[in-house]
């Protein structure tokens, strides 16, 4: 993510933008656990659990006797993040197509997150690929060993955030140095116990071919504010935080519907009640969009064949 600085004022510090609409998705709206289709299960399990120190939560193997896994979830606390399905025979994702730009998961404490950096660090340090202070947020980016991107933050409090007369968040892509932070936080017990911190899905950043095309979609048609858009990139969300959603055309520029491939399988998106569900097929059936609701649960798909999940929290 990459984003342009602007001056901060006292004023500006409202934290929330101004863009929220009586329509709006939800205040309560959040992320949920991303499916990620992979070719290798046991490669990308053992990156996700003994790289990033997730937990598996659920893997069927433990079930079955004598079958092979086709799923296996991850996550921190009893949280679910990844999702890794199984589906040999996909292609990897060609050159400038579109899909998924990174998973962000981000983590309650500090010391949590400068415990799953060294986790890395120690297990997969040629997965890393920078670190950045977004000015709401401390950054470090990675690469699976399949390609998909992963995003370890840390948000400073809304109350720091600022905001532009016209409602865009302040953001920036300040130098970080990944080793001065892990000398101010990580701990003793951090070293020891690295997947202890708390961590949810922040947000979900994607790569679509326009931008234009993606707020038609993700503004106008389901009902996310806009907070900011910077140099081919769109950035929304809830609630007043800075985003839950980000499509940028940085490498896919032009592209079009996605083929089948490995990568991203289901992004998966959690709103307070089910009248918030009923609504948002509302929206979809105006705008033309089809979807599919079974009453709790709706499924979709975006302009460039993402399938996106939005269903009840709990």
């Known amino acids: 993510m ?47 659990h003994d790289a990033l120190a997730l937990d598996v939560i659920e893997d069927p193997a433990d079930r079955l006797v004598g079958g092979r ?36 998961l981000l983590f309650d404490e500090r010391v949590g997150l400068a ?22 947020s401390l950054a470090f980016y990675f690469t699976d060993p399949e390609g998909n991107g992963v995003e370890l933050y840390w948000d400073r409090s809304r109350s720091d955030w600022g905001w532009t007369p016209n409602g865009q968040v302040q953001m920036d892509a300040l130098r970080l140095d990944p080793n001065a932070f ?21 947000h ?14 993700y503004v106008d048609a389901l009902g996310f504010d806009e907070t900011l858009t910077w140099n081919g990139a769109l950035f ?20 079009g519907p996605r083929a089948a491939s490995i990568g991203l399988g289901e992004v998966a998106i959690v709103v307070p009640t089910a009248d918030d569900v009923a609504a948002l097929d ?12 079974d009453g709790t649960t709706l499924h979709f798909e975006d302009p460039w064949l993402n399938h996106l999940k939005v269903s009840v929290e709990g």
């Not at 990844?82 to 899909?99: D, I, K, Y």
């Not at 997965?127 to 000015?135: N, P, R």
């Not at 509302?282 to 609701?293: T, V, Y």
């Open 2 to 48: 990459t984003t342009v600085r602007t001056p901060q004022t006292t004023a500006q510090r409202s934290g929330a933008p101004l863009t929220a609409r009586a329509d709006s998705m939800a205040a309560g709206t959040g992320m949920d656990a991303v499916t990620l289709l992979v070719e290798d299960l046991d490669l990308q399990t053992r990156y996700y």
């Open 69 to 104: 896994r086709d799923v296996v979830t991850l996550g921190r606390g009893g949280t679910p993040l990844v999702v890794l399905r199984h589906t040999p025979g996909l292609p990897r994702p060609a050159r400038g197509q579109a899909g998924l730009y990174h998973t962000a």
């Open 115 to 136: 415990a799953t950096i060294a986790s890395i660090a120690a297990k997969a340090p040629n997965t890393y690929i920078g670190s950045a202070d977004h000015l709401v």
């Open 182 to 202: 892990l000398g101010e936080h990580l701990t003793k017990s951090g070293l020891a116990t690295p997947g202890a911190g708390e961590a949810v899905v922040g």
């Open 204 to 217: 979900v950043h994607l790569q679509v071919g326009d931008v234009p095309t993606a707020r038609a979609f």
């Open 236 to 255: 929304v969300s809830a609630g007043g935080y800075h985003h839950h959603l980000a499509m940028n055309t940085w490498n896919s520029a032009g592209a």
């Open 282 to 293: 509302a929206r979809l059936a105006h705008h033309g969009i089809r979807s599919r609701n």
